[in-house]
């Protein structure tokens, strides 16, 4: 079983920036991809970024694309997602998720095995 734990959520202001962290544990993953989501009050979930774990190879959505990244640190087995010039619709809890994706050569929006409690985003005008 994968156990997936997110942190660095909170309160900043718009046009800040903020880094959310997924520690992964239970097994390896070189041959998963990691994703985060996110999911406003009243809105259904939403693909933000994803990463595959071998190669670094990432995917963002069109609405995060240019101030999102996502990034791993292989040695500490943490997934990161540096928010940059934040917008008060970018509130919303973030989900941290793991999918095996073996030789699969694209990164996957959807069908995650794993998920973590979330975080909460918050944004402020």
């Known amino acids: 079983q994968v156990q997936l734990v997110e942190s660095g959520g909170g309160l900043v202001q718009a046009g800040g920036s903020l880094r959310l962290s997924c520690a992964a544990s239970?097994?390896?993953?070189?041959?998963?991809?990691m994703g985060w989501f996110r999911q406003a009050p009243g809105k259904e979930r939403e693909f933000v970024g994803a990463?595959?774990?071998?190669?670094?190879?990432?995917s963002h959505a069109d609405s995060v694309k240019g101030r999102f990244t996502i990034s791993r640190d292989n040695a500490k087995n943490v997934v990161y997602l540096q928010m940059n010039s934040l917008k008060p619709e970018d509130t919303a809890i973030y989900y941290c998720a793991a999918k095996a994706v073996g030789t699969t050569w694209y990164v996957p929006r959807n069908g995650y095995d794993y998920w973590g409690q979330g975080t909460q985003v918050t944004v402020s005008s």
């Open positions: 990463i595959r774990w071998s190669d670094g190879t990432t």
């Open positions: 239970g097994r390896t993953f070189w041959n998963y991809a």
